[in-house]
């Protein structure tokens, strides 16, 4: 196909919900050749208009029309061999199956009688694994990756299976600043050899990097399209997805506080020995490349990484956090980064979810009215978007689920929080509001420890930054000395690997 002809279009394809629209009619076109980004607050619809085009949603009415043939009726598996890829929110690996599977599923190399030919499989996957600098071996079973390595894993099968249309939904969520230039760069080769792609990302700086044209939904409805993303700039990209001038949170910064949380001597699998004190009402950053130990600790002093020796003090006491509950117990939640299989029960509703193993009773019994008012109250906070309060969280899109998660850790009443990538997934404006209950709940007491890979996040909202390496504290920035630069020096500095 020709660069700039049709290579997909949709006429009024639409997706409801029971009377709700999830998309309302839609008439789009997508250029061969072009990266054609999809842009909207959370719950818009880009990724049910992704999962329709790639069949992996059924629509309620309209034609969707690949290279001029309708598909509209054609199934998920076909439209792959027809070379329509989506890549989704979540890793979509088989846990059990090895990397080289993995990677070369459904089309294993077969030979005489249909035999999977076992060496083809394993070689054919080692050089997409070379093409893309995975350090992985093929016979690791997927599961065993971290969810970060899962992420590039399945970003890798994907642009390995090409085709004609490539969709990355959120691509780049919780990668780190080389992992994304790097996943550009396939992205641009690819383009160059005239591979179509659609990007969905909340990044507007990511979406004038690579798109050549977008189009912006709002609450189910087209309404921007044929936008070139680098004739205007971010805050007016942002205004386009949500409809308002968004004004970007800056934090004034608390440099110095009484202390509040003590680690002495602390040492748990795979960090230590480490000493540090945050400050009451302080936000301290902890950044690291994988296995530097910055996650580690976190999830430790959480109760998720159990095995640790040494103290955790708070508030002059030393508290247990051997496992979650006892951190709870003892005032400390941790915001998970991988809401799918620590966090929420998809099956449970909004208003419960966000009491998940913390039901308010009232003499004894569970307390309805509290729920519903604590429902209200972080729903005016953080705008759920959803049919109501007993809507099943697993039905939310990615960012309104991420918004519940919030809610349920700040209904722990902690005194210490552990926010893990806290906006990952969500839009311009709830970013903004995210920052802001952040810097709100610091003035009430609660000191905040933040894991992100968005560097920009870290400099505007906390107050000290620690990076780790091997397993340990390597350098701690205040004050003027924390930005993204001096954070991604931190860690090539002492690595030579790029942040
Ligand atoms: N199975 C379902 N049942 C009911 N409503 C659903 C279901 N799946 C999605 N929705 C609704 O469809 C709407 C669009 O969701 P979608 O996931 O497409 O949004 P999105 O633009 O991708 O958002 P995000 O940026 O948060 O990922 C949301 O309001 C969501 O609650």
Request: hydrophobic share 40%; charged share 25%; net charge negative.
């Amino acid at each position: 196909m020709e660069r700039g002809e049709v290579v997909l279009e949709t006429r009024g394809l639409e997706k409801k919900y029971g009377e709700n629209y999830a998309l309302e009619p839609l008439d789009l076109t997508i250029a061969a050749g072009s990266i054609h980004g999809f842009l909207g607050k959370n719950g818009a619809g880009k990724s049910t208009l992704v999962g329709m085009i790639a069949g992996s949603v059924r629509p309620t009415a309209g034609e969707i029309l690949h290279e001029g043939t309708d598909i509209t009726s054609t199934g998920y598996t076909e439209r792959r061999a027809m070379g329509i890829h989506l890549l989704g929110q979540h890793a979509e690996l088989v846990g059990a199956l090895s990397v080289a599977e993995n990677l070369m599923m459904p089309n294993l190399p077969r030979g005489a009688g249909g035999l999977v030919k076992w060496s083809k499989v394993r070689s054919e996957a080692r050089e997409v694994l070379e093409r893309y600098r995975l350090p992985f071996h093929v016979s690791t079973p997927a599961a065993e990756l971290s969810l970060h390595d899962q992420r590039r894993l399945a970003i890798a099968r994907t642009l390995r299976e090409g085709g004609s249309l490539a969709m990355l939904d959120e691509p780049t969520a919780a990668l780190s600043r080389s992992e994304r230039r790097e996943l550009f760069d396939w992205i641009r080769e690819l383009n160059a050899e005239g591979q179509t792609f659609v990007f969905i990302s909340h990044y507007n700086s990511e979406i004038q990097e690579i798109c050549d044209e977008c189009t912006v939904f709002r609450d189910g409805r087209l309404v921007a399209s044929g936008v070139n993303p680098r004739s205007i700039s971010s805050a007016e990209i942002s205004e386009l997805v949500t409809g308002t001038a968004v004004q970007e949170f800056h934090r004034v910064p608390v440099p110095e506080a009484q202390a509040h949380l003590e680690l002495r001597d602390f040492r748990a699998p795979g960090v230590g020995p480490i000493d540090l004190e945050i400050g009451r009402g302080q936000i301290i950053g902890f950044v690291g490349l994988p296995s530097s130990g910055a996650k580690e600790l976190a999830r430790a002093i959480g109760g998720l990484n159990p095995g640790h020796t040494g103290e955790i003090v708070l508030d002059g006491k030393a508290v247990a956090t051997a496992d979650v509950p006892a951190a709870h117990a003892a005032g400390i939640a941790y915001l998970t980064d991988d809401r799918i299989h620590e966090g929420l029960v998809k099956e449970i509703s909004i208003m419960e979810s966000l009491h998940l193993g913390n039901w308010p009773t009232s003499r004894g019994l569970v307390d309805f009215p509290a729920m519903k008012r604590y429902y209200t109250s972080i729903n005016q906070r953080l705008h759920i978007r959803s049919s109501g309060q007993q809507q099943p969280v697993g039905e939310l899109s990615g960012g309104n689920q991420q918004k519940v998660l919030i809610g349920a850790i700040l209904a722990l009443n902690p005194r210490v929080i552990i926010l893990d990538e806290p906006t990952v997934g969500v839009d311009v404006g709830t970013k903004e509001e995210i920052h802001g209950l952040m810097d709100e709940l610091t003035r009430q007491g609660i000191s905040v420890i933040l894991l992100t890979y968005d560097a920009d996040e870290m400099c505007r909202v906390a107050d000290i930054v620690v990076a780790f390496q091997d397993q340990r504290v390597a350098r701690v920035l205040t004050g003027a000395d924390i930005t993204a630069d001096a954070i991604i020096d931190s860690l090539v500095e002492h690595t030579g690997v790029s942040a």
